[in-house]
Structure formats: C-alpha cells, structure tokens
C-alpha cells in the first residue's frame, strides 16, 4: 500500500512537472504557431500580388522591379519576426542596441565577403546598372540576367566556348562582391538594339557600287525595322586589305535576335552576288561586334 502511494506520488509529482513546462511553453509555443501563420499568409498574399503585378507589367524592367521589391519584402517579414521572436525570449528590448553593435562587428570581421555582396546587391537594385532580362557581360561571362538575389547574380549564358550569341546551356552564378571587381557591360541598358557586323572580302576587280547596294539591300531587308526604332541607319563601309576590298556591313538587331539576322543577311548577300558576272569573292569573313 505504502509503495503503491509512492508511486501515485511521483506520478503527481511528474504530471505537475509536464504542466509547469508546458505552462511555460505555452507563450512561445503560442507566439511560434502566430509567427508561422504571419509568414505563411504574407507570403501567400505577395504571390498572388506578384501574379497579378507581373500578368500587367509592360516591360521587362517592370517585372524586374516586382521580382526584387517582392524578395525584399519576403526578407523584412522574416527578419522583423526573428527580431520580434528573439527579444520577446530574452524578455528585454533594452539591450536592441548592444546586440545589433556586436552583430555588426562579428559580421564585419567574419564575412567580409558577403557583406561586400550585400552592398552591391544594395546597389544593384538603387543604381540599377542591370536588370532582370538584360543581357550583359561580367569579367568574362556574358549571358541574360534571370535572377539577382542578395548573395549571387544569376546568369544564362551566351557563347561559351563558342564564338556565338546563342544559348550555351549553362547557367553562371556570380558572386555579388565580384561586381565592385569587374567591369560590368549591359547591352540592352537603354533600348535592346546592338550594332552587328559582317565582312565580305572581295576582289579589287569587282564592281564595288554593285555589291554595296547589294549589302545595303539585304540590311534593310532583315533589320530595317529594328534600325528604325532607335532612330539609326544601316550602314556598309569599304576598307582596303592585302587581297581585296573589305565590304563591312553594319546592321542593328535585338541582341536575342542577332546571330539569326546576321545569317540571314549573309545568305541574301552570298545569293545576290552569286548572280553577278561583275563581282568576284572566294572568302566571307563573318564577324559580330557588339557595342554597348
């Protein structure tokens, strides 16, 4: 009987131990499921403004914008509630000041790095020297901007080991501290027209007024239009080399669309002066130049 009240005893004792515990839980376990419901319906709200913003965004510098500012909002909800969260533990806002002067100067010292990542990251989305979409060239690395998040600027990359302006298949993560180290070239910047170049190498003997209306024909055939939204003119200019006369043909193009323009104005060329007695060539030298 005695062993049998020693036992109801210590189970007593042990419930009233679990219900202390959880009575002292209770607050943080209360303020855990209210913080995960915050973030879950914030997030869901941001979506479906995001959806919505990007459905109506005209251009792709829009959509830019929307993508960041959304991310931007994702992290201040999460770090307003890890602040609220640590604080209400410690059960002291006096001490706000403290903590965040030596979490300034332990990451500081630590991570150097990173923290230069998030000031270009800061200066990415102020100064804006790209956008999500632009193409644009970093140190070695040239391609379409898909994505800028606050450690890495990710890239689609164009050419590679090849001498082209298609899709390599391979996507680049950049650093964001290796933005204040490297020049940084944006072809689309102001409007998403490049200046591209052919050259035709032909004989001194050839008629040369004939091909350059023929190069300029063919020009204006396939890019005119692009050329005409930014106010420009396509041009052909003539150069002497060593075994003939160079015939370059300057053309504007969307940088998306150039390497297939490029081609179809060398195959209107190459058949035009296939037809012509005057007009003799045995080499085309044909060579993109981007300028910003």
């Known amino acids: 009987m005695r062993a049998f009240q020693k036992e109801a005893k210590m189970l007593e004792q042990t419930t009233a131990q679990i219900t202390t515990a959880l009575d002292a839980l209770?607050?943080?376990?209360?303020?855990?499921?209210?913080?995960?419901?915050?973030?879950?319906?914030?997030?869901?709200?941001?979506?479906?403004?995001?959806?919505?913003?990007?459905?109506?965004?005209?251009?792709?510098?829009?959509?830019?914008?929307?993508?960041?500012?959304?991310?931007?909002?994702?992290?201040?909800v999460l770090i307003i509630v890890i602040f609220v969260a640590f604080f209400s533990y410690i059960g002291s806002w006096s001490g706000l000041g403290?903590?965040?002067?030596?979490?300034?100067?332990?990451?500081?010292?630590?991570?150097?790095?990173?923290?230069?990542?998030?000031?270009?990251?800061?200066m990415v989305i102020v100064k804006r020297p790209f956008y999500i979409g632009d193409r644009i060239k970093i140190g070695d690395t040239k391609g379409d901007v898909y994505d800028i998040t606050l450690s890495h600027v990710y890239i689609d990359e164009t050419g590679g080991i090849a001498d082209s302006e298609d899709y390599s298949g391979r996507n680049v993560?950049?650093?964001?501290?290796?933005?204040?180290?490297?020049?940084?070239?944006?072809y689309t910047l102001l409007h998403e027209m490049v200046l591209g170049e052919i050259n035709l190498l032909v004989h001194f003997r050839s008629n040369l007024d004939k091909i350059i209306k023929i190069a300029q024909n063919a020009a204006d055939k396939?890019?005119?239009?692009?050329?005409?939204?930014?106010?420009?003119?396509?041009?052909?200019?003539?150069?002497?080399?060593?075994?003939?006369?160079?015939v370059k043909v300057?053309?504007?193009?969307?940088?998306?669309?150039?390497?297939?323009?490029?081609?179809?104005?060398?195959?209107?060329?190459?058949?035009?002066?296939?037809?012509?007695?005057?007009?003799?060539?045995?080499?085309?030298?044909?060579?993109?130049?981007?300028?910003?």
């Open 26 to 76: 209770m607050p943080y376990l209360e303020f855990l499921i209210i913080a995960i419901i915050f973030i879950v319906l914030s997030r869901l709200i941001l979506i479906r403004i995001r959806r919505k913003l990007i459905k109506n965004a005209k251009s792709k510098r829009q959509i830019s914008d929307i993508k960041i500012f959304s991310r931007i909002f994702n992290m201040i």
């Open 173 to 186: 993560m950049i650093p964001n501290y290796k933005l204040f180290e490297m020049d940084i070239i944006n």
């Open 98 to 122: 403290i903590f965040a002067g030596l979490l300034t100067a332990g990451l500081g010292f630590a991570l150097q790095k990173p923290i230069t990542g998030i000031a270009a990251w800061f």
């Open 250 to 292: 300057l053309f504007y193009s969307p940088i998306t669309k150039i390497s297939g323009v490029k081609s179809e104005i060398s195959k209107e060329i190459y058949h035009s002066i296939k037809k012509q007695k005057d007009i003799d060539f045995t080499t085309i030298e044909a060579k993109e130049i981007l300028h910003e």
């Open 222 to 246: 396939y890019a005119k239009e692009y050329a005409d939204q930014i106010k420009k003119n396509n041009k052909v200019r003539i150069s002497f080399k060593d075994n003939g006369m160079n």
